[in-house]
């Protein structure tokens, strides 16, 4: 299974992430606060991460880290 | 075994720098100094070191910026109204503790001024310049031989303290022709430069270079330990000639030109009977007080007179050396003159009668 | 089975950015130090950190760096390189810093064909000091010193920088890239590595100017400032190969 981590101390919520997700698995999790102040993102369902890599790649402070099921494409 | 070369002043800068292992040198056209660019032009290609033309004196002290924090000997050389341009580039390789060596071959002033000498510059030179709490180790050469042993002295000055060293020289100097004597190997010292950007090569940690610290505690040790640095050199840099002093009736103090002209006054005056003394900083920061005040203490001394090319600066730091035990006078003149002996002479005679 | 394919990159020392939410300084930042780091420089490299909103990133970049004054990177850089020529050298700088108080210094280093590497980051704005006009602010656009907009009459027009600089005959590798969103991403990191590339080759001077968001002085949520790149700023910076589309760069 394709999945992803975000440091959650290290986000700063700033939805980038959510807006390049192509499966929109990623939220601002609203009910969080971080110690930066922030509520950092979250994945609602990680089954259905393919893994693209796309939320890393945007992220601009280097929180997410992308796992794929099957290596790389 | 040495040799004795008859050198033009700005030439005997080129080669010590060279001499001294210098391989890095940025400038930018200006009289009374171009011919030291013209002289690096070619020698540097002959020994493998790099001399490049810059596009203004802010870019230059700025290669020097980059040149020092990455391990070299480095050099830049200008007149004043260059030299105000380099201020910023001075206050930034004082924050960020960088050895550099840099030449003021002072014209007059102020604005674009003329391109004869003169000694304007002294407050710009001694007193800082550029922004913030700092100090640049100033020396003020009086002889084309000085001028080169100084320029030596001045990289050494530099890494040893890793501070900014200025030789403060004036249109005469540069355009004097006079012997040198060479000696075959400068002392050159050697020294620890495992703080500078070089490249990590995989073998420490990133080396970093700045001069901002937004966290006031950390900007005021960094001050603390310049102001630490700048004791110790005072304490240990100052350099001085003093002639005929001992029971001297009159002191003159003067530095570079002005000095030369002194030291023959002193022969005129002692002709009509007068004992004339002169003090004569050769750091012009850190600055001799306890010489000058030595001298001026002495039971025998009536005044002091200060001569320079300028309206009175380095008279400033005599008068606070001299602290009012004796009178301090000045003459001076400005717009590229220099002052005659006779001048002197009759000012001393007034204050010999007095 | 899984397997990793995106980590943190070890030519960042991991130190948590300051900059605001979603400010794409951030991306570039990662783009070059995953370049380094893939390239296998990080050891050789020393970088030159500008005066505005990124003037430590020393702290980040895990290689020697210089922070210089503002706009005077180029003649920084030319300094370090000029003493380590086997070195990779860059500068990293935003536009104010070099397209306004650094034009000389980068026109030169330029023109010189200084074999170093400029990271132009054109955000249109002075981000540090709040949102002052920059020499990139578009006609119209709002700042700080321009809050009627700024007027052709009044403030004169924007700088192309990449299109000044590919007129010089040292500056062999220009491109203008974008990071608002993921291809625009994945090209950028190309382009960086094509300007490291030729300085790893000698060729002479290569510059990356690469459009970024300022949500902050730009009044705009994060999401928002990536599209209005796409709607103004590339109206006037076109993305491109200004100069050395025909350098070809292995793997
Ligand atoms: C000599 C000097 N003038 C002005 C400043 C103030 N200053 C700091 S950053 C900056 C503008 C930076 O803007 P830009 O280069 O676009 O960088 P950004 O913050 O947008 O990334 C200015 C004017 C300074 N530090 N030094
Ligand atoms: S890897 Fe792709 S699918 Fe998975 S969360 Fe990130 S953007 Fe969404
Ligand atoms: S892009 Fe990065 S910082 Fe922004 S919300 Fe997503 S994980 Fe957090
Ligand atoms: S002010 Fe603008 S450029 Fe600076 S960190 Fe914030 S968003 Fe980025
Ligand atoms: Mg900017």
Redo the contacts with the bound molecule.
């Keep these: 299974m394709s999945r992803i981590e975000i440091d959650q101390d290290r986000c700063k919520g700033c939805g980038l992430c959510v807006h390049v997700c192509p499966r929109k698995i990623i939220v601002l999790q609203q009910d969080k606060l971080n110690a930066r102040g922030f509520h950092p993102a979250g994945v609602t369902d990680m089954s259905r991460c393919i893994g693209c890599a796309f939320c890393a790649t945007i992220c601009p402070d280097s929180c997410i880290e992308v796992w794929r099921e099957g290596g790389k494409a | 075994m040495s040799n004795r070369v008859l050198m033009k002043g700005n030439e005997a800068i080129a080669e010590a720098a060279i001499r001294a292992g210098c391989r890095h040198y940025f400038g930018y056209p200006i009289t009374p100094q171009t011919e030291i660019m013209h002289y690096m032009a070619l020698r540097m290609p002959e020994v493998n070191g790099v001399m490049v033309q810059a596009e203004s004196e802010v870019a230059a002290i700025n290669m020097v910026y980059g040149a020092a924090a990455a391990g070299a000997r480095v050099m830049t050389t200008s007149s004043s109204p260059g030299i105000s341009l380099k201020q910023?580039g001075f206050s930034y390789i004082a924050g960020a503790e960088l050895p550099a060596v840099v030449v003021n071959i002072v014209r007059a002033g102020p604005g674009l001024g003329g391109i004869l000498p003169a000694q304007g510059d002294y407050f710009q030179a001694t007193k800082g310049g550029g922004h913030g709490d700092y100090r640049n180790v100033v020396l003020a050469p009086a002889s084309v031989q000085e001028l080169y042993e100084l320029t030596v002295e001045a990289f050494n000055i530099a890494d040893r303290y890793r501070v900014l060293t200025m030789i403060l020289g004036d249109g005469t100097l540069g355009q004097m022709m006079e012997p040198v004597l060479f000696r075959d190997e400068e002392p050159v010292e050697s020294f620890d430069k495992s703080w500078a950007t070089t490249g990590t090569q995989g073998r420490r940690e990133h080396n970093t270079i700045q001069s901002i610290y937004i966290e006031p505690d950390a900007l005021e040790r960094l001050n603390s330990n310049l102001q630490a640095k700048y004791r110790r050199i005072a304490e240990r840099e100052v350099r001085v000639e003093t002639v005929n002093c001992d029971g001297a009736e009159i002191i003159l103090t003067a530095f570079g030109t002005c000095s030369r002209i002194c030291k023959n006054v002193i022969r005129q005056a002692a002709e009509i009977g007068i004992k004339v003394g002169l003090v004569r900083p050769i750091t012009l920061w850190p600055f001799p007080d306890q010489a000058i005040a030595a001298a001026a203490g002495q039971p025998s001394v009536k005044a002091l007179l200060d001569i320079e090319l300028n309206a009175g600066q380095m008279v400033e730091d005599v008068r606070l050396a001299v602290n009012g035990t004796r009178p301090v006078h000045f003459h001076g003149r400005t717009g590229g003159n220099l002052p005659t002996q006779q001048e002197i002479l009759d000012k001393i005679q007034v204050l010999a009668r007095s | 089975m899984e397997e990793k394919v995106f980590s943190r990159t070890r030519g960042l020392t991991g130190k948590p950015f300051h900059y605001c939410p979603g400010c794409t300084?951030g991306i570039i930042h990662r783009l070059i130090a995953e370049t380094l780091s893939e390239m296998d420089i990080l050891d050789v490299t020393i970088g030159v950190s500008?005066?505005?909103?990124?003037?430590n990133n020393y702290e980040y970049f895990a290689c020697d760096m210089v922070q210089a004054?503002?706009g005077r990177a180029p003649a920084v850089a030319t300094g370090i390189k000029r003493v380590h020529p086997d070195s990779m050298v860059f500068t990293y700088?935003?536009?104010?810093?070099?397209a306004a108080?650094g034009t000389a210094e980068i026109v030169h280093a330029a023109a010189r064909g200084e074999k170093i590497c400029t990271f132009f980051?054109n955000?249109a704005?002075?981000?540090?000091?709040s949102g002052?006009m920059?020499p990139t602010t578009l006609l119209g656009q709002k700042t700080t010193t321009s809050p009627l907009g700024r007027s052709a009459a009044v403030q004169g027009y924007p700088i192309n920088v990449s299109e000044m600089l590919a007129t010089l005959q040292g500056a062999v590798y220009i491109e203008r890239v974008a990071v608002n969103s993921v291809r625009n991403i994945n090209r950028a990191k190309q382009a960086i590595r094509k300007a490291f590339k030729v300085q790893q080759a000698n060729l002479g001077f290569a510059m990356v100017e690469i459009l970024s968001t300022?949500p902050t002085n730009w009044g705009k949520d994060p999401v928002s400032a990536l599209k209005w790149i796409d709607e103004a700023m590339v109206k006037q910076y076109p993305l491109g190969v200004f100069r050395g589309q025909e350098i070809e760069v292995g793997d």
């Design positions: 910023e | 300084h500008p005066v505005g909103c990124t003037y004054a503002h700088q935003g536009d104010g810093d070099l108080i980051v955000n704005v002075y981000g540090m000091t002052q920059a300022c």
